[in-house]
C-alpha cells in the first residue's frame, strides 16, 4: 500500500453481536477503500470460542496484516465493546494505527456498574433460553430496521457475557487514548448511557474530537446509519489527507438512491432516517454536534502530554 492510498478500515463489533452489524457501512466504504469487518472470539463465525482481549487483539492484528500487509496502517472502528478494543489496540500498535473511531465507549469500564451488569447476566443465564427471547425483545424495541436484521444475522453470542465483562474490567480507555498519539474520534449517540464521564474521557487523549450524533442511542451505527456514516467518511478523508466535506459541498442525492439507504461515498444521505418524509434534509455535518449543548459544555482542556 503506498501512501496515496486510502486507508484501509477495520470494523469492530459490540457484544454479544458479530461482523454482520457492519453491513451499512460496509456497503458505504467498499468500493472506495478496503475494508473488513471482523467477528472477536466466542461471537459469530467464532462462537464456541472463549472471549478475551489478548484474543480480540490478535483479531485486529490479523485483520490490519490482511488488509494492509505487514507493517501497514489501518484505521480501527468500533462500536462499545469494539470500540473499547480499537482503542486498546491502538495503544498498543502505534506503528499499525493510523487513527480510531470507537463509538459508544465514553464510561470506563469496571466499577459498580460492571459488577453489577455481571450479576444481572448470571441472573438471565438461568432462563430456560439463556436470555434469548428478552435480548430479542430488547432488539426490536430499540433498534430500527434494516439495523436490527444486519445487528442479529451472525446470530447472538448469549454465553459470552461473563467472560467478557470480567476481560474488560481490567481495560482502561483512558489510559489508552493517554498513549494514543493520532487522531481519535469518540462518536456517541444523544441519548446513550455510556456517555457517563465523555467529557473526562476526551480530556485523556492526546487528540480526540467528540462528536455527539442527534436522535440516536447507544447503538448509533445500526439506530443512526446515514449520520454515523457520514461521520466515518470525514473521519476517513481527514486521515486520507483529504478536507472534510462542509454543509454546502456535502453529496447529493443520486438518482439510484433509496429513501434512507447508506450506498457508496458519494450518494449517503439521510431521507427517511433521521426524518420522515420526501422532503426531509440531508444529514450535513452541522447537524452532528461535537458536544451537547444542552448539557453546557465548555472547550475540552487537556493537560499537556509528554512528547
Known amino acids: 500500500m503506498s501512501a496515496s492510498d486510502p486507508v484501509p478500515v477495520i470494523l469492530v463489533h459490540g457484544l454479544r453481536t458479530s461482523a454482520t452489524m457492519w453491513r451499512a457501512q460496509v456497503e458505504a466504504l467498499g468500493d472506495s477503500r478496503p475494508v473488513l469487518a471482523i467477528d472477536l472470539p466466542g461471537h459469530g463465525t467464532r462462537r464456541g470460542e472463549r472471549f478475551s482481549v489478548a484474543g480480540s487483539l490478535d483479531a485486529i492484528d490479523a485483520a490490519a496484516d490482511r488488509l494492509a500487509g505487514d507493517g501497514g496502517r489501518v ?29 459508544g465507549s465514553s464510561a470506563r469500564p469496571g466499577g459498580p456498574l460492571t459488577w453489577a451488569w455481571l450479576a444481572l447476566v448470571r441472573l438471565i443465564a438461568l432462563l430456560p433460553d439463556r436470555g434469548a427471547a428478552l435480548n430479542r425483545a430488547m432488539v426490536a424495541a430499540a433498534v430500527p430496521e434494516p439495523g436490527a436484521t444486519d445487528l442479529g444475522a451472525g446470530g447472538y453470542a448469549l454465553d459470552v457475557m ?31 448511557h455510556f456517555r ?77 432516517v433521521e426524518h420522515d418524509g420526501p422532503d426531509a434534509p440531508r444529514v450535513a455535518p452541522a447537524d452532528v454536534e461535537p458536544v451537547p449543548v444542552e448539557d453546557g459544555a465548555q472547550p475540552v482542556d487537556r493537560a499537556p502530554h509528554p512528547a
Open 196 to 272: 457517563l464521564g465523555e467529557r473526562r474521557t476526551v480530556r485523556a487523549a492526546r487528540q480526540a474530537r467528540l462528536v455527539v450524533v442527534p436522535h440516536s442511542t447507544h447503538l448509533v451505527s445500526v439506530v443512526a446509519p446515514v449520520a454515523f456514516t457520514r461521520v466515518l467518511l470525514g473521519a476517513l478523508d481527514e486521515l486520507d489527507g483529504r478536507s472534510v466535506r462542509g454543509p454546502a459541498d456535502a453529496p447529493g442525492p443520486d438518482a439510484t438512491d433509496e429513501p434512507g439507504g447508506v450506498r457508496h461515498h458519494d450518494d449517503v444521505v439521510a431521507e427517511g
Open 75 to 103: 484505521a480501527v472502528v468500533g462500536l462499545s465493546l469494539g470500540g473499547y478494543l480499537a482503542l486498546a489496540w491502538a495503544a498498543r500498535r502505534p506503528d499499525r494505527a493510523a487513527g480510531v473511531l470507537a463509538a
Open 162 to 192: 461473563q467472560d467478557a465483562l470480567r476481560e474488560m474490567s481490567r481495560v482502561d480507555p483512558r489510559a489508552d487514548l493517554a498513549s494514543i498519539d493520532r487522531p481519535v474520534w469518540l462518536v456517541n449517540g444523544r441519548w446513550d
